[in-house]
Nanobody, 122 residues
């Protein structure tokens, strides 16, 4: 499995960005997908996850109501729509894959993308 995240950038507070993650492999539809982020000097933290069916989604409290995760199994992509961005959302965002099970635990994911930088200015 190889993952490539893209779509980050510089945006003003209150703005929006849409991150995408492209999955290379044969069985995307059996992988739960997630987004994590890591700010300078901080631990990597869970942002959002989606089940392999797409029926279940999970969000960190800090992004609930502002971010939306979705997936397109035909395109082998997962997306993170980020609205009402805050300076505290500034971080490198990583997509991750785990066979079958969506969790909020970093160590449960064994495939990671390279990360895309999101910077929110005040």
């Amino acid at each position: 499995v190889q993952l490539q995240a893209y779509g980050g950038g510089l945006v003003q507070a209150g703005g929006s960005l849409r991150l995408s993650c492209a999955f290379s492999g044969r069985t995307f539809s059996r992988y739960a997908m997630a987004w994590f982020r890591q700010a300078p000097g901080k631990e990597r933290e869970f942002v959002s996850a989606i089940s392999w069916t797409g029926d279940s989604t999970y969000y960190a409290d800090s992004v609930k109501g502002r971010f939306t995760i979705s997936r397109d199994n035909a395109e082998k992509k997962v997306f993170l729509q980020m609205n009402s961005l805050k300076p505290g959302d500034t971080a490198v965002y990583y997509c991750a894959a785990n066979f079958l099970t969506a969790t909020t635990i970093t160590s449960h994911y064994d495939s990671w993308g390279q990360g895309t930088q999101v910077t929110v200015s005040s």
